[in-house]
């Protein structure tokens, strides 16, 4: 196995007893948080409804990305993810958008916050997800030389690839490692060594980044207190 991919299955773990993992990589010294966490991370797919030649309806998926569970049946995303361009080039969420949970299967969601400027959407999940297991948000920035764990939905796996925080620019999180991270990560979730939601990955063509899990909790806050506050 690449010493820099991690690649977790999405079923339960057998009662095998687990390999001894030399800590050489950071990738392997986050295999706990990674074993521990890989419920926590979804398959986001946004859908339209569309007319075949036959004149029948039917859902196409039209957007795919990685998200996280935040809890309280909540989750985020990229807003590339859930949202496509409209003419004058505004990002407009998707009417339809399933979640695949790990052990628990696809579930309808809905965007209730987008965020065009930090590339993040929060989606709300039914009811029975609210117990659903979630990381912690971690509340401070990380620093330079952090180590991090970086998730995504890859086919029938959650992987997993080791990354170091090169720099943090406001809310803005710069990474470095031996890979780039893709597409897949894009929108999925990067956990420090006690296995907090650091940050979310960012949709780039350029080096990797995140945005802070400290934004995507205003933006959380912020949802919250309009529903409480609707005037």
Not at 28 to 40: E, N, Q, S, V, Y
Not at 143 to 166: C, F, N, P, R, T
Request: hydrophobic share 50%; glycine share 10%.
């Amino acid at each position: 196995m690449n010493a820099r991919l991690l690649a977790v299955a999405l079923a339960a773990a057998s009662g095998a007893r687990a390999a001894v993992v030399l800590r050489t990589d950071p990738a392997d010294a986050f295999k706990p948080i990674a074993d521990k966490l890989h419920g926590t991370v979804i398959d986001v797919r946004g859908r339209a409804s569309v007319t075949t030649d036959g004149g029948q309806q039917g859902l196409e998926t039209l957007t795919h990305g990685t998200g996280t569970l935040l809890g309280n049946g909540l989750a985020v995303t990229s807003l590339h993810a859930v949202a496509l361009p409209s003419p004058e080039g505004k990002l407009v969420p998707l009417a339809y958008v399933e979640v695949l949970v790990p052990g628990k299967g696809t579930m309808q969601a809905q965007v209730i916050a987008g965020v065009a400027d930090l590339d993040i959407a929060i989606l709300a999940l039914p009811a029975a997800a609210a117990a659903l297991e979630a990381a912690p948000l971690a509340p401070d920035l990380p620093a330079s030389g952090d180590a991090l764990i970086a998730m995504a939905v890859d086919d029938e796996a959650v992987i997993g690839v080791g990354v170091e925080v090169a720099a943090v620019d406001g809310d803005f999180i710069l990474l470095r490692g031996r890979r780039m991270l893709d597409s897949r990560f894009w929108g999925g979730p990067l956990f420090d060594a006690r296995g907090r939601l650091v940050g979310v990955g960012l949709m780039t063509l350029g080096p990797s980044k995140a945005i802070a899990a400290r934004a995507i909790q205003r933006v959380v806050d912020q949802r919250m207190r309009a529903q409480m506050n609707p005037d």
